[in-house]
């Protein structure tokens, strides 16, 4: 009997839509899976380079897009589940497997006669007609195999391919590493007077974590639900502290130390770099992006640090301030400044999350983000319960358009849980395709961390909570409206810092009063969210935006720093005590509250150095400035207008990377962004 016939990972699903079996996956499938999904690529490779036809865009560029579709189907399934649903065996396998993805991608990158053929398509271009998104195809795939080592002699292939495969282990270990370390700790309390401050939520929830660990009293845990609101509320100033230095000293020492997985992530991506002709990676990363090269993110960050440092001191000695006028003395550490912020914000705006967070309950959030997307882009949801999921927290729905086109599936995941890494994000477990006249929609997913419901609550979410859904969801249309052939240039697959335009556009309507009165409703009285409680939201919007903003800015140039490195002898020579002198040194000219000595954040940030924000975390403030001007033309035209939203889904959201992002932008707004857009809206405009 044929792998195939037993591994439901190789079969051709036989759920609607071909979505996922995942009741039938088993652990014991994923590496039979892709070892023989990586023979079946192998000899679609070989079938292109054994083709004595001429090469030409169809039996070279095309057909090499269609290479290793079961490949990619598997490793979405598998890659995503290690970030939501993983466990040891889960691990050991993606330790195991990502070492044979890494020399499988490579054997195709450095194929010599696979570049040959690519090679004569590419300066024989202007021979064939191609449309706009099959130039684009081409274009990219040059330049991946160029990117990627085919241009070197036969000894730079051999390191490019060696520095490959320990980057790929070492990224997966750190990320390991940090969901361990996040595991790993726990503030357990038995003492109802350890207690004092935490709201009545805040105690059920770790009541809830305790019984759940076979514990009395209240556990509390390093995911946000938990150690977010016990450093907003707890009036133990000592337990407060405990839990900031367990959080901001994460994978520094012990077992799951990652500085010295950190440098050598950073000393392999600048030897690769070298290799290509590139200073630094940072140099190599960008070429590929809107900003193009580090000077130019360089001038964007000191841009806007230049008025949000002062402005962010001023609010930090605001804040200093109001704590000493009820009592507070010493220095204003990083363990108080969420306490008294939290404080000075309800005194002055009225305005707490208690207030707020019975009128957000999670089902009447997430059904008013589809309602949003059913007035501006004519999207309906529909709940199928008989499609399987991979958790039982997990839900599952079908997308369509007005018509009855099928669009997407969606899967919410919403609840922490130790499988699962902290944060919030969209993934994909298929991109949208094309082939031989066949369209393949997207399978969406959105991964969370809000808490989960008790015995006498629902899951009721803070107000930043509601903007992370709208964050995530507006992902998950760049993903779900996606339009196209090719898989590698729909969705999501566009430049990092476009990427997060249509995510943080979406966070605006939070703020709108128009919107918020649809759906913020009390969920035991149904009483409509009151207007002057939506008052003060979007007075408080920018509650300590400079301090928000310089942290923000603060990740970004350590992100920079580290990846504008280029003496690799040095890097891999750095010690614990040089990783942690090297981000604070960095940090101290914009720093808003005194640097712990010992404590920095490098080896926890996943971001950039398990995700894909190497030299790319600028990336989030060079989006907000593209949405900042977009929404400022969205109501211009009126928030709710089908119309605008056509316009910016035609143009943005259906186009992927078929097209350079500052072209499609242009396309949209008939010119460039204007910078200043994010400075007026955060307020920070009058100090620039």
């Known amino acids: 009997m044929k792998e195939s016939d037993i591994n439901p990972l190789l079969a051709a699903s036989e759920l609607p839509f071909g979505a996922p079996a995942f009741h039938l996956i088993e652990k014991a499938h994923y590496l039979p899976a892709f070892h023989e999904a990586i023979d079946r690529a192998r000899a679609e490779i070989q079938a292109i380079t054994d083709n004595p036809e001429q090469p030409t865009f169809a039996n070279t560029i095309e057909a090499l897009e ?11 399934i598998f890659f995503n589940l290690t970030e939501a649903c993983t466990d040891d065996e889960m691990d050991r396998i993606a330790e195991e497997v990502s070492p044979l993805l890494t020399q499988h991608s490579l054997s195709i990158l450095l194929n010599e006669q696979l570049f040959a053929r690519v090679k004569a398509v590419w300066e024989n271009r202007t021979a064939q007609p191609l449309d706009t998104e099959a130039a684009k195809l081409l274009e990219e795939t040059w330049k991946n195999f160029s990117r990627h080592g085919a241009n070197l002699p036969a000894d730079g292939k051999k390191r490019f391919a060696q520095i490959s495969e320990e980057l790929s282990l070492a990224t997966l270990k750190f990320g390991q590493n940090v969901l361990a370390a996040t595991n790993a700790y726990t503030l357990h309390l038995t003492d109802e007077a350890d207690l004092e401050g935490l709201p009545d939520h805040v105690r059920d929830m770790a009541a809830s974590e305790a019984a759940g660990r076979g514990e009395t009293g209240w556990t509390f845990t390093l995911n946000q639900p938990s150690y977010g609101p016990f450093l907003k509320y707890s009036r ?17 020492g ?5 500085t010295e997985i950190l440098r050598r992530i950073v000393a392999l991506r600048t030897e690769k770099a070298q290799l290509l002709g590139y200073a630094t990676y940072a140099d190599y990363a960008l070429e590929d992006r809107m900003a193009r090269n580090p000077q130019t993110v360089d001038r964007f960050l000191d841009k806007l640090m230049v008025p949000s440092l002062p402005a962010a001191r001023r609010e930090v000695a605001g804040i200093t301030a109001y704590a000493r006028e009820h009592g507070f003395e010493g220095a204003m550490m990083p363990w108080d400044f ?3 912020s939290e404080k000075y914000q309800k005194e002055h705006y009225d305005l707490d999350e208690e207030l707020l967070k019975p009128f957000f309950p999670l089902e009447a959030v997430q059904n008013a983000v589809f309602d949003l997307a059913t007035r501006l882009y004519g999207l309906r949801f529909r709940p199928r319960a008989d499609i399987p999921v991979y958790h039982p927290d997990v839900r599952v729905f079908e997308v369509t358009e007005e018509s009855g086109r099928f669009l997407a599936l969606l899967y919410l995941d919403y609840f922490p849980r130790a499988s699962k890494r902290g944060g919030a994000w969209m993934t994909s477990f298929r991109e949208l395709s094309c082939r031989d006249g066949v369209e ?13 419901p008790t015995a006498d609550k629902p899951s009721l979410l803070a107000f930043h909570e509601v903007t992370t859904l709208l964050h995530e969801f507006g992902h998950s249309l760049h993903g779900m409206l996606a339009e196209g052939r090719y898989a590698s240039l729909t969705g999501t697959s566009v430049v990092r810092d476009f990427v997060e335009l249509p995510s943080q556009l979406m966070e605006n309507w939070a703020y709108e009063p128009a919107f918020l009165q649809t759906f913020a409703k009390h969920w035991q009285t149904g009483e409509v969210i009151p207007q002057a409680y939506i008052d003060r939201i979007v007075a ?13 800015l603060q990740f970004a140039l350590t992100d920079m720093a580290w990846h504008t490195q280029s003496e690799v002898t040095a890097l891999l020579s750095m010690k614990t005590g040089d990783v942690v002198t090297f981000e604070q040194d960095r940090i101290r000219p914009t720093a808003t509250l005194p640097q712990v000595p010992g404590i920095v954040f490098s080896p926890s940030f996943n971001h950039i150095f398990s995700g894909g924000y190497a030299a790319g975390y600028y990336s989030y403030k060079w989006a907000e400035v593209l949405e900042a001007d977009t929404f400022d033309w969205f109501k211009s035209q009126g928030i709710f207008n089908r119309e605008a939203a056509g316009l910016f889904r035609r143009e943005i959201l259906s186009r992927g990377g078929s097209v350079d992002a500052d072209v499609l932008y242009r396309n949209f707004r008939g010119r460039d962004p204007e910078p200043d857009a994010l400075l007026e809206k955060l307020g920070l405009k009058k100090n620039a």
């Open 66 to 76: 269609r290479v290793g579709q079961d490949l990619d189907r598997i490793s979405g």
């Open 440 to 452: 393949e929609r997207p399978f969406v997913s959105i991964v969370t961390n809000f808490s989960k």
């Open 540 to 552: 408080a919007r920018n509650f300590l935006a400079g301090y928000a903003q310089v942290r923000q």
């Open 236 to 252: 133990r100033r000592d337990l407060r502290e405990q839990m900031w230095r367990s959080y901001n000293s994460k994978c520094i």
């Open 338 to 340: 969420s306490f008294w």
């Open 254 to 258: 012990g077992p799951n130390d990652n």
